[in-house]
């Protein structure tokens, strides 16, 4: 079974940074890809940033130029490097993973999901 697990969350003043890690699924993370996705209270999980298994990215318009989603495979952990954050970027973070070179955001695409890192901007 794959675990994930994330780390990173905090509590941060608006114009501040975080930066996410997620430990990924052991020797072959190489050959999964993976993502970020958010969900704040009320509303739908989003995905904010999304990176392959040949390490092509794509974002949330909403995200795109503060975040920046990168993977060490020498580690097996993947990053999101969060910066300018704002109050809207409150949320409960997690990582998720999919075998195979995938690129998207798509929830129903990812069948493997960390326990989730809570973000909070004031």
């Known amino acids: 079974d794959v675990q994930l697990v994330e780390s990173g969350g905090g509590s941060v003043q608006?114009?501040?940074?975080?930066?996410?890690?997620?430990?990924?699924p052991g020797y072959t993370a190489y050959q999964?890809?993976?993502?970020?996705?958010?969900?704040?209270?009320?509303?739908?999980?989003?995905?904010?940033?999304?990176?392959?298994?040949?390490?092509?990215?794509?974002?949330?318009?909403?995200?795109?130029?503060?975040?920046?989603?990168?993977?060490?495979?020498t580690k097996n952990t993947l990053y999101l490097q969060m910066n300018s954050l704002k109050p809207e970027d409150t949320a409960m973070y997690y990582c998720a993973a999919t075998l195979g070179s995938w690129l998207t955001r798509a929830n129903a695409d990812f069948g493997y999901w960390g326990q989730g890192t809570q973000v909070t901007v004031s």
């Open 32 to 73: 999964y890809s993976w993502a970020w996705f958010r969900q704040a209270p009320g509303k739908e999980r989003e995905g904010v940033a999304a990176v392959d298994s040949d390490g092509r990215t794509s974002y949330a318009d909403s995200v795109k130029g503060r975040f920046t989603i990168s993977k060490d495979n």
């Open 14 to 24: 608006a114009g501040g940074s975080l930066r996410l890690s997620c430990a990924g």
